[in-house]
């Protein structure tokens, strides 16, 4: 039994189908909404006009689900779960009737949800979340209502600036407000701060260290601003990309283990701890941290993917392990591109580490070839060892997927020493003779042994 039709909860489900046909094994699959298996990620760029429509962000339809032997009951939410007798109870959600499914494994894939303060105003007509199809074709419709060009988007994090994008892309007027120093958390400040000078180039209008207080509305109930302690920004639509938090409350009323970020806790297979017969996978688990060796919530589709194929394995017969995450992510506002893996200064610190950093700037192709773009890199690595801890890149075109150089080194445990040796490619198209991550790696050795 799967809980949760999207990412983690239907890849388990199709991969234990591989391993196990219809008559060896029952699946059945409860997903509360209306789609599965579609890229939420997308969403961002279906609203910008990037992706054409819909449909192209649904891998696999339900027809296509059933059509291989899962059992997949859309508008079904599952209300309880009772490990002890091993069984779920379920609401269909156009008809308001209840009951009790039993299971021999259950996967629970309930994702996350997004954080949306209690504040006056927030459920007014205009304020949009994009979590989902249904959320991103709610805000299109407004769009299309909406007479008024003034766009306020809540929250400077991946869906905060692609959200920026996407209302800069259909002409909007563009206010971004942030409780944070500089957009991008996940960024040093000084990496966040590229980041915010680039947004106020492109008209898109910064506002930081700002706490939203309330979402003040017209007379006809529609919002109409976004108001802080110190301003009011009007708007005419407003966007929320807050973050997100687990989906665990049904885990936790049934006394499942559950960790200091509010995710649920698994062994390497993706077993829920201390639960032989419940698995758990996607945004709703804490996973490894392989560079500080501690739990965090990382909820991304990658991972929610890979989550999903190894509990599939374990639940169908075989076996898997899911070794853990670096944190490598990488997003754009506009031509800006944006990319990070392992700790942050403040991760370091938090963790114990002492560390050296360098920021170097550089370009994404030989400095002489047309079009070469300038990048930024910082790079931290740990005294004494000079093992690699952590990479953020801020540039143009060509700058962000460079990230992956530095993801496999962390996940090798490598020292910016030996990246130095690393043998990548090289053409003027592509590269300067020395890459810029390669650059920030002897920049970061000759650091370490300068700090003796």
């Not at 209300?79 to 996967?107: F, M, N, Q």
């Not at 766009?151 to 994008?165: D, F, H, L, Q, T």
């Not at 049904?250 to 698994?266: D, F, M, N, Q, S």
Request: neutral net charge.
């Amino acid at each position: 039994m799967v809980i949760g039709g999207d990412a983690a909860g239907m890849s388990a489900a199709s991969q234990a189908r591989r391993l196990r046909g219809p008559d060896e094994l029952e699946i059945v699959a409860f997903e509360r909404g209306r789609f599965t298996s579609f890229s939420a990620c997308g969403i961002p760029y279906w609203v910008g006009g990037d992706v054409p429509d819909r449909d192209r962000l649904i891998a696999r339809t339900a027809e296509e689900h059933r059509a291989r032997g899962i059992d997949l009951r859309l508008r079904t939410e599952v209300t309880e779960i009772d490990p002890a007798r091993g069984r779920v109870r379920a609401r269909d959600l156009d008809s308001g009737t209840e009951s009790w499914t039993s299971y021999d494994k259950l996967v629970i894939a309930t994702g996350a949800r997004p954080i949306r303060p209690e504040l006056p105003g927030m459920d007014a007509p205009g304020v949009h979340g994009v979590q989902n199809l249904e959320d991103g074709q709610a805000l299109l419709d407004t769009l299309a209502r909406t007479r008024g060009r003034r766009a306020v988007v809540v929250g400077a994090g991946y869906i905060g600036v692609e959200m920026a994008e996407a209302m800069i892309r259909r002409g909007y007027e563009v206010t971004v407000v942030n409780r944070g120093r500089e957009p991008m958390a996940t960024l040093d400040p000084d990496m966040g701060r590229l980041v915010h000078e680039a947004m106020t180039g492109m008209g898109i209008t910064m506002v930081n260290d700002a706490e939203v207080t309330a979402l003040p509305t017209g007379t006809d109930g529609r919002v109409r601003a976004v108001a802080t302690e110190d301003a009011e920004f009007p708007a005419d639509v407003v966007v929320l990309g807050i973050g997100v938090r687990p989906e665990t409350g049904l885990a936790r009323a049934a006394g499942l283990p559950v960790g200091e970020h509010g995710g649920l806790l698994t062994d390497r297979s993706m077993r829920v701890r201390g639960y032989e017969n419940v698995w758990a996978g996607g945004d709703c688990v804490e996973v490894l941290d392989l560079v500080s060796g501690q739990e965090r919530h990382v909820p991304l589709g990658t991972h929610a993917n890979k989550h999903g194929q190894v509990i599939g394995a374990n639940v169908g017969g075989g076996y898997a392990t899911f070794p853990g995450v670096v944190g490598t992510a990488v997003s754009k506002v506009c031509d800006l591109e944006i990319a990070r893996t392992g700790l942050r200064e403040k991760d370091a610190h938090r963790v114990g580490l002492r560390f050296e950093t360098v920021v170097i700037e550089s370009t994404s192709r030989a400095g002489y070839y047309p079009n070469a773009s300038p990048m930024t890199v910082k790079m931290l690595a740990e005294l004494r060892t000079g093992r690699l801890l952590g990479v953020q890149i801020v540039g143009r075109e060509g700058a962000g997927k460079r990230v992956d150089i530095a993801a496999v080194a962390l996940t090798a445990g490598m020292t910016v020493e030996q990246m130095t040796a690393l043998d990548l490619g090289y053409a003027p198209p592509f590269s300067p003779v020395w890459d810029p991550v390669l650059v920030a790696a002897r920049k970061a050795t000759a650091k370490i042994r300068g700090a003796g």
